[in-house]
């Protein structure tokens, strides 16, 4: 489902990231040979009310001494908030009001965005005098909290979630579309596919990297089927990711892969694929969307025999998570091949949907472990008592054995792949839990 987006500004040291930790619920960090790192302490998904959203710690916006804001940290703090649906604006309640406090409050009354303010640091019951200095900002009622001691935090989150427009979410999630995201490095042909794949410039292009800041939806029919195609700002390598803006571009690429159901991970046919290529992917694989690989810039890689077939082995190598994604060549530029991109969508979220009955899958696993008997430790074998699928987009699997410590992940690999020959799951990840006896399905 598509979630809401929550963004935390205010000038250094008032507590953002503290507050954002406590929300979140745990400390968020970033795992270098992960894939996926992308989710590190900028962006992460949390919960309340049994309601999921995502929430953004923006940073410090910083003045100097020549003006309040300078400009590069005025264009971090109005990306933040055109992106977000609240924007929480804390201050420090034991500081007071700064000059920064109130140019920030200034942006937000002009952009007219729905805002939460949030007073840190106060402890206790007794409210400092200047507490009631923060209406002088024209933004409503204050709240104070101690986001390390966390009292008030349920408060601003009731606040928060009263302010989100959630009949648009919920629209949207009953909207038949099919989505998809652009999704890949900068410069790699990204807007020049989605200009190629609706027959219009709808989406400026330029070979500059990073041109795209925004996520660009593009509604278009072919065929009686209705597609939305959304192209991401490109997304760089964390060591090349100089300033606050192009981090957004990043958040803003996550949030679009959230919300879609198909991402097309477009790669450099003159590049192969590429250490940042692996983390993209990771991001889409791991948010479970369906997955197509598509090689753009194919006319000008110099052709050799096998030149294809070598360039899928590299990145069946390569992207082996995600073996199950299929690989297109195109060039957007030349019009080249990008007839079955499109196709391919449909059929990979058709996939995602997939449901197969209780009884056949049974009969299938029950076959798959004559073929190969379930592994064993000390003398204790694996036992699959009931298999049946509790989820689509994408497909879940439960299982109910004896023992889920004996469940190797070779043997669930080889479970997958009987599917997968079975039924297809072309495009998309397939997800297994495996219960025990007793254990509820519920997830």
């Known amino acids: 489902m598509s979630k809401p987006i929550v963004a935390i500004v205010g000038r250094p040291n008032v507590g953002k990231s503290t507050f954002f930790n406590k929300i979140i619920g745990r400390r968020v960090s970033i795992v270098e ?7 590190d302490r900028i962006i992460a998904e949390g919960e309340w009310s049994s309601k999921h959203f995502f929430l953004i710690d923006t940073g410090g916006i910083e003045p100097d ?3 309040i804001i300078p400009a590069q940290m005025r264009a971090q703090a109005e990306v933040a908030m055109d992106m977000a649906d609240v924007i929480v604006f804390m201050v420090d309640g034991k500081e007071g009001l700064t000059t920064a406090d109130f140019e920030v409050g200034e942006i937000l009354r002009r952009k007219n965005k729905k805002v939460v303010l949030v007073a840190n640091k106060i402890d206790g019951m007794k409210l400092p005098d200047h507490f009631y200095d923060l209406y ?9 909290v101690s986001a390390a001691n966390m009292t008030g935090l349920g408060e601003v989150l009731d606040a928060i979630f009263d302010k989100i427009p959630w009949a648009e979410y919920d629209k949207a999630d009953d909207d038949d579309n099919v989505k998809i995201a652009i999704i890949g490095k900068p410069n790699v042909g990204k807007s020049s596919i989605v200009n190629a794949l609706v027959g219009e410039n709808r989406v400026i292009v330029s070979n500059i990297a990073g041109t795209t800041r925004d996520s660009i939806d593009t509604p278009f029919e072919k065929d009686g089927t209705k597609y939305t195609l959304i192209d991401t700002a490109g997304i760089r390598r964390r060591s090349k990711v100089y300033d606050d803006i192009e981090k957004f571009s990043v958040v803003r690429a996550v949030a679009a892969i959230e919300r879609c159901d198909v991402a097309l991970l477009v790669i450099d046919g003159t590049e192969g694929v590429t250490e940042q290529d692996k983390k993209i992917a990771g991001i889409a694989h791991e948010a479970g969307k369906g997955i197509i690989v598509v090689v753009n810039k194919w ?12 360039m899928r082995n590299e990145i ?10 299929p690989v297109l060549f195109t060039s957007a530029i030349k019009g080249q091949r990008l007839d079955p991109v499109i196709d391919t969508a449909k059929a990979v979220s058709e996939n995602r949907a997939m449901r197969v009955s209780t ?3 049974n009969a299938l696993i029950q076959d798959a472990m004559m073929m190969n008997n379930p592994p064993s430790d000390k003398g204790k074998r694996l036992k699959i008592y009931y298999v049946t699928q509790i989820g689509v987009k994408p497909p879940l699997f439960s ?3 004896n023992d889920r410590e004996l469940m190797h992940f070779s043997y669930s690999r080889y479970l997958e792949n009987k599917i997968r020959d079975a039924y297809g ?3 998309t990840s397939v997800k297994f839990v495996f219960r025990e006896k007793g254990e509820s399905d519920e997830i």
């Open 33 to 39: 040979d992960t894939p996926g790192v992308t989710r």
């Open 65 to 67: 001494s020549e003006e």
């Open 136 to 144: 002088e900002l024209g933004l409503g009622d204050p709240y104070a």
């Open 299 to 310: 006319d000008i890689v110099h052709k050799e025999t096998n030149t294809m077939r070598d």
């Open 316 to 325: 069946a190598g390569q992207l082996s998570f995600m073996n199950y994604a």
């Open 359 to 361: 009884g056949q899958l």
């Open 399 to 401: 299982f109910q054995v």
């Open 425 to 427: 799951f072309d495009g």
